[in-house]
DNA sequence: GTTGACACCTGGACGC
DNA sequence: TGCGTCCAGGTGTCAA
């Protein structure tokens, strides 16, 4: 669930609290989530600090001296800072003591994922991953991604090598905004519709950053965070449109879609 | 090269 | 009450 809203979040709220503070000790109790060699990811870690957190799309890249950790919590990863001698709650997974405090990773479902890399190994590990759709993308960019894609549209802004930052629940209130239908195809998309696109995830984006994200179903908050964008949501789990329509629900390229039949064309 | 299916996971909702 | 099944969704991998 965090998306690019959440994710910010986190980074903004982490940012004011572990900066500058030599990490004593790292436990590691699921050690999936780690991609690296435990040692190496340890041995490079404990006795450094974080100097810099940064994100790009939905990943977090804490930078150290010489290393970047990219973490990126999936769907349903957090964030918490606790005292030392605070136990050990179930689905905390990995755990960062500084002098004074513990940064904790919790995740429920275990799909989150950290990785150490070099510093010069950044820019190829973003590879694959395009702009940030809240950054100033241009629209030929996005129309040259995707207007030769024989792929709803639903399904081609979810793929984060065309624009990154979008999830499931903001994909649906940008099509609601630009008044485009999920279903069409990329093919099927005017340079205006990209224009529409780009600017309704600039504007959704923005505000749910202004608003800490949005906090739906059984997902609680990350570093005591609580999103409020929720509530300006428009169709995704609503079941009825402004229009008085109601909101269809439907699964494309596997996944829940909302959309209004009638704003959406 | 493209596309769809599936795996990774757990908890909650629901039906029986 | 207890059990089984389905659903939620981000990303990587694999097969067609």
Do not use: W
């Not at 605070?86 to 479902?109: G, M, P, S």
């Not at 190829?124 to 991604?145: E, I, R």
């Not at 600017?199 to 749910?208: F, M, Y």
């Not at 609680?220 to 965070?225: E, F, I, R």
């Amino acid at each position: 669930m965090p998306e690019l809203a959440e994710v910010q979040t986190v980074r903004d709220t982490l940012k004011k609290q572990v900066l500058r503070k030599k990490i004593k000790d790292i436990k590691v109790l699921y050690d999936k989530i780690i991609e690296n060699d435990l040692n190496y990811f340890k041995n490079n870690l404990i006795n450094n600090e974080f100097i810099d957190i940064k994100r790009k799309g939905k990943y977090l890249i804490f930078e150290t001296e010489d290393k970047y950790l990219i973490s990126h919590l999936r769907m349903e990863g957090k964030y918490f800072i606790k005292g030392k001698d605070e136990e050990i709650q179930k689905h905390e997974h990995i755990i960062f003591y500084f002098d004074n405090f513990t940064l904790r990773y919790h995740d429920t479902r275990k799909f989150g994922r950290m990785e150490l890399i070099s510093k010069d190994k950044l820019e190829s590990y973003f590879n694959n991953l395009g702009p940030d759709a809240n950054s100033d993308v241009n629209a030929d960019y996005l129309f040259k991604k995707i207007s030769n894609k024989d792929i709803p549209l639903k399904t081609l802004l979810l793929d984060q090598s065309i624009v990154a930052g979008l999830g499931n629940i903001y994909v649906d209130e940008v099509l609601y905004a630009s008044k485009i239908n999920p279903y069409r195809f990329g093919s099927s998309t005017t340079l205006k519709d990209c224009q529409n696109i780009l600017s309704a995830s600039k504007e959704i984006l923005n505000n749910a950053i202004k608003y800490k994200g949005t906090t739906i179903r059984s997902y609680t908050s990350s570093l005591g965070v609580y999103g409020e964008y929720q509530n300006f949501l428009c169709v995704h789990t609503k079941d009825f449109c402004k229009c008085g329509e109601k909101i269809k629900k439907e699964k494309i390229g596997g996944r829940s879609t909302y959309y209004c039949p009638k704003c959406q064309k």
